[in-house]
């Protein structure tokens, strides 16, 4: 299934993209506290975690592209939300756009297409974790129905100072 909007495409992320996934991933990893990653990584490091979301089943990799260029504006993703059992029916979610790409609707666009994806599973909530401050993703979360249930004081350590999560979940 192939979701467009003027300019921009959605579909499923496959091998190829690994490295501009990687190199997209590493901006924030580098430059930012969204994700509490301190290292960057190769993309043969990647591998394992771009092989965890196949085209179907709970864990999904959606891919915006310029739809003539080809070049990833964003990508995202559903991922399990902790490893036991009984939390087989929750995900962890998460959306990353490139610097250069925001106020496109490009994350709009990849979470409408993760959750219609994901409709058919047998999934019962989805969590968002994000690094405080950050307004443009609490907005996103909210317009797709996620309500603030929590948020973790100082619970990472990056660029010398502790940063906040606030959690938000999501029936489905």
């Given amino acids: 299934m192939l979701s467009e909007s003027a300019e921009i495409q959605v579909r499923p ?3 190829d993209d690994l490295k501009a996934l990687t190199d997209l991933y590493n901006h924030y990893v580098r430059e930012t506290p969204i994700t509490f990653d301190t290292e960057p990584f190769t993309p043969e490091e990647r591998r394992p975690w771009l092989l965890s979301h196949p085209e179907d089943g709970p864990y999904r990799l959606r891919v ?15 991922s399990p939300y902790r490893a036991k059992a009984a939390y087989r029916t929750s995900v962890e979610t998460t959306v990353y756009v490139a610097p250069d790409a925001g ?6 666009l990849l979470y ?12 019962h909530r989805a969590y968002a974790g994000i690094a405080q401050p950050n307004a443009a993703s609490e907005r996103l979360h909210a317009r797709f129905g996620f309500r ?10 990056k660029f010398g100072r502790y940063w906040d999560v606030a959690w938000y979940e999501k029936p489905l």
Avoid: K, M, N
């Fill in 64 to 78: 915006a592209t310029d739809a003539d260029s080809q070049e990833i504006l964003g990508y995202a993703t559903s």
């Fill in 112 to 123: 409408t297409s993760l959750f219609d994806a994901l409709a058919g599973e047998d999934l």
């Fill in 148 to 157: 603030h249930v929590g948020t973790y004081g100082e619970v990472g350590r």
């Fill in 13 to 15: 992320g496959v091998e």
């Fill in 103 to 108: 106020g496109r609707g490009i994350g709009s």
